[in-house]
């Protein structure tokens, strides 16, 4: 080859290069700022930001919107947040059904859809993840980001050599820094998910939380399935949704937080509050490490042939068969879980009832879709929409 020609091929690589890195560039910058829009349900009676309750985290990526609903009569307040880590996003859809749904006839409700915004900007290395996916509705598709399970590195950087939690002083690793699900109680002049995690601490002792849900998945050959994890403050009230659950909807495990694992919302919120703390955890074939293709498909059906296969090798915790592990599935267990353990609150707390209405089941979420349950944008007022 001469060096003409050699010139020749290095620029073309060179612009082949140019043109991946501008179309890819456009394409994480579109993400990053994609914007979802919620619409204020009827029971939502006001919205704060999480900078209300820790002032440097105003502006920040991570300032995300506090949904308080407001019965006005004297109850109990529930806690209910959703996209601790993004690539789960049962949890974010089934608290934006409870945003524009729920009503309250005695107590309170606060809902947080997108407690880590900046995992829901990025998706993780590697992995092919799918950017985005979309929801049916009556009235069109419904467009969310998908994300990643740790804070963005454009938001916090750099990691340190070895995690070492706050105030327990355990050793993690490295990246568990921005895993908002290992920085729990947080810290004020720590890194961005330590101090979401502070902030959302002193929400909870601000509004005196009594009872704190965080909503996750996990994949199948994790042990920590289909189950409520629940603090030892907790574990008379998840123990009973467990039987209720199993014997009337869907089969649901429960088992205790473990005291010597820190940085788990299950164990810190119960021990650095008031609040009796739960965890509640879905099955995602998504996640699985023996999946087939990672896309949109996937993460909505959770059919896929591989995890099947390791399945009938005995290699998961969970079951599953040609169904998969549908979104409405998910999101549907949820839902029902939720409802059953504020209703079991109250029963256990007389005076302190959390009573909710509007929210729809697992029978009626598999039977209409997750979709149905989302208001339109476009019928609401400008001043009831509100942006993740």
């Not at 309170?108 to 929801?135: K, M």
């Not at 998840?238 to 937080?257: D, K, N, V, W």
């Given at each position: 080859m001469t060096d003409r020609n050699l010139m020749i091929v290095k620029l073309i690589s060179l612009a082949l290069v140019v043109t991946a890195m501008i179309i890819s560039g456009v394409q994480f910058y579109n993400h990053r700022n994609f914007q979802e829009e919620v619409v204020k349900g009827p029971g939502v009676t006001q919205v704060k930001k999480l900078s209300d309750y820790f002032e440097p985290l105003k502006g920040s990526i991570n300032d995300c919107n506090i949904y308080i609903l407001d019965s006005g009569v004297p109850g109990g307040t529930a806690m209910l947040i959703g996209r601790s880590h993004p690539e789960e996003p049962a949890g974010n859809l089934a608290t934006q059904i409870f945003v524009e749904n729920?009503?309250?006839?005695?107590?309170?409700?606060?809902?947080?859809?997108?407690?880590?915004?900046?995992?829901?900007?990025?998706?993780?290395?590697?992995?092919?993840?799918?950017?985005?996916?979309?929801?049916?509705?009556?009235?069109g598709d419904k467009k969310f980001r998908m994300g990643d399970r740790w804070t963005s590195p454009l938001d916090s950087w750099p990691d340190p050599e070895v995690y070492v939690h706050y105030p327990s002083g355990q050793l993690l690793?490295?990246?568990?820094?921005?895993?908002?699900?290992?920085?729990?109680?947080?810290?004020?002049?720590?890194?961005?998910?330590?101090?979401?995690?502070?902030?959302?601490?002193?929400?909870?002792?601000?509004?005196?939380?009594?009872?704190?849900?965080?909503?996750?998945?996990?994949?199948?050959e994790y042990p920590v399935i289909s189950?409520?994890?629940?603090?030892?403050?907790?574990?008379?009230?998840?123990?009973?949704?467990?039987?209720?659950?199993?014997?009337?909807?869907?089969?649901?495990?429960?088992?205790?937080?473990?005291?010597?694992?820190?940085?788990?919302?299950?164990?810190?919120?119960?021990?650095?509050s008031d609040a009796v703390s739960i965890l509640l955890e879905a099955p995602q074939p998504f996640l699985d490490r023996v999946r087939g293709i990672t896309d949109e498909k996937l993460l909505l059906t959770g059919q896929d042939e591989f995890v099947m296969m390791a399945g009938k090798y005995g290699l998961l915790y969970e079951k599953i068969d040609e169904k998969g592990w549908p979104i409405d599935v998910r999101v549907g267990r949820h839902c029902s879980t939720v409802l059953s353990i504020f209703e079991l609150w109250g029963d256990f707390n007389p005076?302190?009832?959390?009573?909710?209405?509007?929210?729809?089941?697992?029978?009626?979420?598999?039977?209409?879709?997750t979709g149905y349950y989302f208001l339109d944008p476009s019928k609401a007022r400008p001043g009831d929409i509100y942006y993740e």
């Open positions: 729920a009503k309250l006839t005695q107590g309170r409700l606060i809902v947080v859809i997108s407690a880590n915004q900046s995992a829901s900007r990025v998706t993780r290395p590697g992995d092919a993840y799918p950017l985005y996916y979309t929801i049916e509705t009556p009235w690793a490295y990246m568990d820094i921005r895993n908002f699900n290992r920085t729990w109680p947080g810290r004020d002049n720590g890194m961005i998910t330590e101090q979401t995690c502070y902030a959302f601490m002193n929400l909870i002792r601000e509004e005196k939380v009594d009872i704190f849900v965080d909503l996750h998945e996990a994949e199948l189950t409520i994890v629940a603090h030892q403050n907790a574990a008379d009230i998840a123990g009973m949704a467990s039987m209720i659950l199993t014997s009337t909807e869907f089969r649901i495990g429960m088992e205790y937080s473990p005291k010597s694992l820190h940085g788990l919302s299950h164990r810190e919120v119960g021990d650095h005076g302190k009832e959390v009573l909710i209405t509007g929210v729809p089941l697992y029978s009626e979420i598999v039977k209409n879709g």
